[in-house]
């Protein structure tokens, strides 16, 4: 049973900063392309940023440029760091494989950008 479970969101102001982490357990992570997603009240979820297992990133265009993502096999774990962060980025985080979510969705962390 692969568990993914994702933290580090919070409440920051317009242009400050987070770092979101996955962990990932139960699976072969290095060779899975893994890819960060959010659902922003009332939207449906979509893709944010992805990376392959030898690091190679995608980014959707409204982050382009303002997020990164990468990963540490050695840990299970990927991550987010986000800057200049916008009220728009404001939606609920999640990690899964990339394109499509195989695995089951973990419980998503919380990013709301406000002043």
């Known amino acids: 049973q692969v568990q993914l479970v994702e933290s580090g969101g919070g409440l920051v102001q317009p242009g400050g900063s987070l770092r979101l982490s996955c962990a990932a357990s139960?699976?072969?992570?290095?060779?899975?392309?893994m890819g960060w997603y959010r659902q922003a009240p009332g939207k449906q979820r979509e893709s944010v940023a992805r990376i392959t297992g030898t690091g190679t990133t995608n980014y959707a265009d409204s982050v382009k440029g303002r997020f990164t993502i990468s990963r540490d096999n050695a840990k299970n774990t990927v991550y987010l760091q986000m800057n200049n962060l916008k009220p728009e980025d404001t939606a609920v985080y999640y990690c899964?494989?990339?394109?499509?979510?195989?695995?089951?969705w973990g419980q998503g962390t919380r990013v709301t950008v406000s002043s």
């Open positions: 899964n494989t990339a394109p499509l979510g195989v695995y089951k």
């Open positions: 139960g699976t072969a992570f290095s060779s899975n392309t």
